[in-house]
């Protein structure tokens, strides 16, 4: 087990009316409120309308329109808003893009400079203004994580920083606020998740420990995404997802692991820069690719963890010997994501071949997959996009 | 999945050579430091001297002394130095008794009733002392939640309270500071370990995530606890002990989850407030006859938990029936703690049968086990002692 450190201060009220103490969350951050969210899903679920009249004695102020893979153009104007109006707490109400726009948001507040400086890994975040959430969507963890992933749209480039000083104080978690979720965005939902957690469970040093934390938040991951697909207000369901979902990027589940590299979403983050699809679209598309491409290129390494996921995700026979194990995990895996409706190619998400090069030496240059514990040469990269299609 | 709240704002720095971080850590804290510490185990390897060199720019003023199962005295006396020198911050160097000790004590320095107060639950403990600790057990979990439990030795009492304000600001977990815990103590700290994870996990609600969770811990638990007696000085062993005990008693792998009323506390408070004997040998004797007892009185409730636990937890065959898998699950359980080495009756434990009747009137008059969710009586809790003995 490697030495780590490990820290998660944001504390998360969930369940049923949860948001009735967004009120007394608020009052001990201050008085003047950025509410920050996307486009108008939170009106048709009734949630602003909600929040507005908890809000009655707030001063708040609006930042919307943030889209998925959130814009820095979004970014800029929250920033702009806290300076100008001396804001005292970000509120995020949405999914993981209006929740990592609002800790970018709070993190430049508290900045003199750009803060794509972060981004850019320029400077060091240390400091950022309160940041609260009420969360709409089950997916990207950023509810209980100091992460936060940004999009530039003009430059097709997609980065996040991380920084103690952007853990949410507190996330509201109430499961009844994505049943309007739509079957899709469910399961690119789910996937999503379940990347955050393979791309921790396969790698080169974990324990009996995390490989069980892991597995079992896998499984619930997928057997709640099955049922919540079907049926959009299963309560259990839904908060499963959702449970399962915010462990997915704090930590948690790989404490003293070594790290992957995390290949997927380092593949992923060039489809959805160059063509703003669902992160969780993209990652089930390309993980079976990802997996086919290191079971053949570094058997000694991915047939094992392949093999131990079969095992103990999918309840393969461990009987089977190690190659079968692994081909049948990767089969199972694609065959998960196809039974939960996500689209299976590129071409279903609406991707072509014509800019398969650009992204894969895009993907190259910029993500490190050389140093990966399942290393990614640019021919590697190419070969997984083109599989893809 | 029930509502619920959860926190845990503790930073875990884990690892080799962790304490390296203590005059950093304690630095942000203040200057007047409360040592607080058992009896010589700390000098025997190194420890003590180690922290002392590390603290030569503090004050250090020492508590030591601090027993297993600590008692009131030792937290008073905890209690007065903090008042009588305004101390800044209290340094836990032990295990979980020593910590549970300084909790109670960095709660009593702010506090200006008596600190039975917190512990009868006549006062809510509002405010504490920063804590930090330095772990050389892998047991109680105290180290990573918001509990103390405290012996009070005339009146037989052994009693506990809860409060946000004892979470330690830190605690540095170093595997290397328990290999010369002896094989019977490993056992006792791992029984332990275990028995928090079967308490939140045989209850009425929970959820396939938490099951997993659950039945995950208890896995790397065991087969960890069974190289570590053997193999004292096995680091990813005790690595694993350590950070698996962490997880016990902040509600992590429970989120969600209905209470189960912790009958096996409930039971074995009683035995160790009485006789003394370490907590966890306490668990590994009753938690087996417990499990007897219930399956006969509840097997309603009992018999799907037990069946559940034996397929997930020692892998016992799904296809048999449920009465025989949760037989087999229990005997497995109490073959385990045997292997691990522990006393399996209250006579190898130096307990005979001439208090019985007044600690199982105790347990009763005390425990609440009336409304576990498997609910016990008088004469219940008697059967159970008696069949321990």
């Given at each position: 087990m490697r030495n780590f450190q490990y820290g998660t201060p944001t504390r998360l009220i969930f369940g049923?009316?949860?948001?009735?103490n967004l009120p007394e969350v608020l009052r001990s951050l201050g008085k003047k409120v950025l509410l920050v969210y996307g486009g108008g899903s939170i009106k048709k679920i009734g949630l602003y309308q909600k929040v507005m009249e908890l809000l009655k004695d707030f001063q708040v102020t609006e930042l919307s329109g943030v889209q998925p893979n959130p814009k820095y153009e979004s970014v800029l104007a929250g920033v702009k808003i806290c300076k100008e109006q001396s804001i005292d707490v970000v509120l995020a109400v949405g999914g993981g893009s209006v929740i990592d726009c609002s800790k970018a948001v709070a993190a430049g507040a508290k900045y003199d400079g750009d803060v794509w400086d972060f981004l850019a890994h320029k400077a060091q975040c240390k400091a950022a203004l309160p940041i609260v959430d009420v969360l709409t969507l089950a997916a990207t963890g950023s509810e209980f994580d100091a992460a936060c992933v940004i999009s530039k749209t003009e430059t097709n480039e997609k980065t996040g920083f991380f920084s103690k000083?952007?853990?949410?104080k507190v996330s509201i978690l109430d499961p009844?606020?994505?049943?309007?979720?739509s079957p899709l965005q469910t399961a690119a939902g789910a996937a999503d998740g379940m990347s955050h957690v393979m791309e921790q469970y396969f790698t080169e040093e974990s324990s009996l420990l995390t490989d069980g934390l892991c597995e079992a938040t896998i499984r619930a991951l997928m057997a709640n995404a099955k049922v919540a697909v079907k049926e959009p207000e299963n309560y259990e369901a839904r908060a499963e997802l959702m449970l399962a979902c915010s462990f997915g990027c704090n930590g948690i589940l790989s404490l003293g692991n070594s790290r992957s590299g995390w290949p997927c979403h380092a593949l992923e983050h060039a489809l959805s820069a160059y063509y703003d699809i669902a992160h969780g679209v993209g990652l089930a598309i390309v993980t079976p690719h990802w997996m086919q491409l290191v079971l053949k290129k570094h058997p000694e390494k991915a047939m094992p963890l392949f093999a131990k996921y079969g095992v103990n995700v999918f309840g393969l026979d461990s009987a089977m010997d190690k190659k079968q194990l692994a081909e049948k995990a990767i089969e199972a895996t694609a065959a998960f994501y196809k039974e939960i409706?996500?689209?299976?190619t590129l071409k279903e998400a609406?991707?072509?071949?014509?800019r398969i090069d650009e992204m894969a030496r895009h993907i190259a240059d910029n993500e490190g997959l050389d140093k990966a514990y399942m290393a990614l040469d640019l021919a590697d990269i190419k070969e997984i996009l083109t599989a893809s299609l």
């Open positions: 049923k009316n949860a948001i009735e000083s952007i853990f949410p009844e606020y994505t049943f309007s979720v409706g996500l689209p299976c609406g991707i072509d071949n014509s």
